[in-house]
């Protein structure tokens, strides 16, 4: 078909669907060319969290990574691997129902994104309808969009020769395109995307990640085309060294290989670190790129915990495309081993890439009056003595009300409890002008006192005091995370909140109340009692109280034939996910804890069960089989 020809049917097909606009098909040629700009991205919740990856920058590594996961699962040693190009990207994730696209969305913080699916229509590559069949009803495609190199070159001089800044690197310039609110902008850009992952993945049929990922292609997407499988990890180090003389060649940034055990049934078995990584991938990075300059001051951060975090404040200098100014020098300990010292010449890195941090001075350039550095016996932000618990490398503020502490905590817990409109900016505004010292003051702003700041139209105040009252009605888990008490985590919030239900219960609990629940050890026990029993943190929370707040958390074992009981699920099942059979548990009232322990009431085992297995048997745990569960909680097997 000649150019005149098709443009001339483009236009057709535009007229008839401008004419009956439910004449247009889901996968129109014409929703690839954009709609009209939008005000702002909306905030998409993904269904299941969009994870970071853990790094190995050695094969040693690597060793100690899949040792960590034989210890899991003796399985691990004959799942063998599969390898991927790491592309350096902006991570999205696609909604399909019934193989049709239907939400777009940006990876966000991993929980909550925005919503780019006009931008992601623009993009060839990501397909608007499905080919082939066999995939699930509804699922999320996970991937990178990636700006071809030779593309961002062009765009680079274009901009150049318009007199505009050019991009720093590729992976932020198609971040910055799939953000754009004009989606003609993202289609000019001519971005790609490269598919690797299915969620849920107990939706799947696959046994594999490489069987998922030439189905992937079969539905049409694209995969990157380096990737392979490999029966061990000796055989995944010498295939990561051929790669790395790949990746200088490609047309796409790329920072490693990331190594994921193949087999997809253990993926749950092998868990996630921290509700942050999975443990069965890893990120097999190369040597960063190092740069060299003056490390002019060691300052300190004050956290959310009151950890006093040291940073380097240098004469700026470019990593990897990015002009660096500060770098995380991580803690006091770590200063002193390396002997870091003010006025040094340093080296800088990336880590990952993404990071700045300092890895070593350069001793020969050191000034003759450079002295070591050590942390400062009052708190930098309001003088109190700081403390450092024995066991801990970390040094800490104990004071609740420390400036430093209160802005950290209050973003913190705005980001958590999602009220929108409260960033750092915004939250220093307010208690600058004195409206607020603490985060309970945030439930005493009234608009009329708001649009009396800078930047706050009538409109905009009640939207944000709105937000902030709606924030009362979150479950005790939510609120247990967003008091930012420290080593309680998203995860020990929901665990704790389970147990105790209400807030008043936890905060009268023992140490031996907290610290014999499955998935809490002594170290956190001993940090939410601590917490509790500190007289600023109750004032605190009276004056939560006081506000309304009463924070309960749902009871989703209370009632129904396995209520009290506790239950671990370990190997492959006969018909029911694990996902499935966590969700059956639940709805009969149990719990499904992640370890074996001496309160746990069965174990319920597939085929290849790991040493959770061997566990129960040692500790005396019962052990039953799927059909036992099933008829346990009153089904038929």
């Given amino acids: 078909m000649s150019d005149a020809e098709f443009d001339r049917l ?48 050695s094969d040693e590594e690597l060793d100690a990574w899949e040792a960590r996961l034989r210890r899991i699962s003796p399985q691990v040693a004959t799942a063998g691997y599969q390898l991927e190009v790491k592309i350096d990207g902006a991570a999205v994730s696609l909604t399909y129902e019934r193989g049709i696209l239907r939400v777009a969305t940006t990876r ?62 590729p992976r932020n310039a198609a971040a910055g395109s799939l953000r754009q609110l004009d989606p003609s902008i993202t289609r000019e850009r001519k971005l790609r995307f490269f598919a690797f992952q299915v969620e849920p993945e107990d939706s799947l049929p696959f046994a594999t990640q490489r069987e998922l990922l030439d189905a992937l292609e079969r539905w049409g997407f694209p995969v990157e085309p380096h990737r392979r499988r490999v029966a061990s990890l000796a055989e995944a180090k010498t295939a990561i060294a051929g790669l790395q003389n790949v990746l200088p060649t490609l047309n796409f940034e790329a920072d490693g290989v990331v190594v994921k055990v193949d087999r997809i049934s253990l993926h749950p078995e092998l868990g996630i670190v921290g509700e942050r990584e999975p ?22 951060n004050v956290g959310r915990t009151g950890a006093l975090n040291p940073y ?50 350069v001793i020969e350039r050191r000034p003759q009056n450079a ?8 708190c930098p932000r309001c003088g109190s003595a700081v403390e450092h618990p024995p066991d801990e490398v970390m040094y800490f503020c104990p004071n609740v009300s420390c400036p430093g502490r209160v802005l ?101 609990a023992t140490i031996e109340q907290v610290g014999e629940i499955p998935g809490i050890g002594s170290i956190i026990a001993d940090a939410v009692i601590h ?22 958390e749902s009871d989703v074992s209370g009632e129904g034939p396995l209520a009290g009981q506790i239950y671990v699920v370990t190997g492959t099942l006969p018909t029911l996910s694990r996902s499935e059979a966590t969700r059956q548990i639940e709805g009969a009232g149990g719990r499904v804890a992640a370890n074996v322990s001496q309160r746990t009431t069965a174990v319920v085992a597939g085929t290849d069960p790991g040493t959770k297995l061997d566990r129960a048997r040692a500790l005396g745990v019962e052990v039953i089989d799927e059909g036992e569960l099933l008829r346990r909680i009153g089904r038929k097997f």
Avoid: C
């Fill in 312 to 361: 380097a404040i240098l004469e700026p200098v470019v990593v990897t495309g990015v002009t660096v100014s500060n770098a995380t020098l991580h803690n006091a300990d770590l200063i002193a081993a390396r002997d870091i010292r003010e006025g040094d010449y340093v080296e800088i890195t990336r880590a990952g890439e993404v990071i700045p941090q300092v890895l070593a001075p």
């Fill in 531 to 552: 917490f509790f029993a500190e007289e600023r943190n109750r004032h605190l929370l009276a004056e939560f109280e006081s506000h309304g707040f009463r924070p309960t």
């Fill in 108 to 169: 966000g913080n991993g929980v909550i994104g925005e919503d780019i699916t006009v931008n992601a229509r623009t993009i060839p590559d990501i397909p608007l309808t499905l080919q082939g069949d066999g995939w699930p009803e509804s699922m999320e495609v996970r991937g990178e969009v990636y700006f071809p190199i030779r593309n961002f070159e062009a765009l680079n001089r274009r901009r150049s020769a318009a007199g505009e800044t050019p991009f720093a690197n």
């Fill in 10 to 57: 483009f236009r057709e097909l535009r007229e008839i669907e401008a004419a009956d606009p439910e004449m247009r098909a889901p996968d129109s040629p014409t929703l690839r060319i954009g709609a009209e700009p939008q005000s702002a991205l909306a905030k998409h919740r993904h269904r299941i969290p969009m994870l970071s990856l853990a790094n190995a920058f």
């Fill in 408 to 508: 950290e905590t209050i973003v913190h817990f705005a980001q958590v409890m999602e009220i929108r409109g409260l960033g750092y900016q915004r939250v220093a505004q307010l208690l600058e002008s004195g409206l607020i010292a603490d985060v309970a003051d945030l439930y005493d702003l009234a608009p009329e006192r708001l649009t009396e700041l800078e930047g706050f139209a009538t409109k905009s105040a009640r939207q944000l005091v709105d937000a902030i009252a709606a924030s009362k009605q979150r479950p005790l888990s939510t609120f247990l995370f967003a008091l930012g008490i420290r080593h309680v985590g998203a995860g020990v919030a929901r665990i704790l909140a389970r147990e105790f239900r209400t807030l008043e219960r936890l905060r009268n």
């Fill in 371 to 378: 002295v070591p550095w050590s942390m400062p016996e009052k």
């Fill in 279 to 300: 443990r069965w991938a890893i990120a097999r990075k190369f040597a960063p790129e190092v740069a060299v300059t003056k490390l002019l001051k060691i300052a300190i």
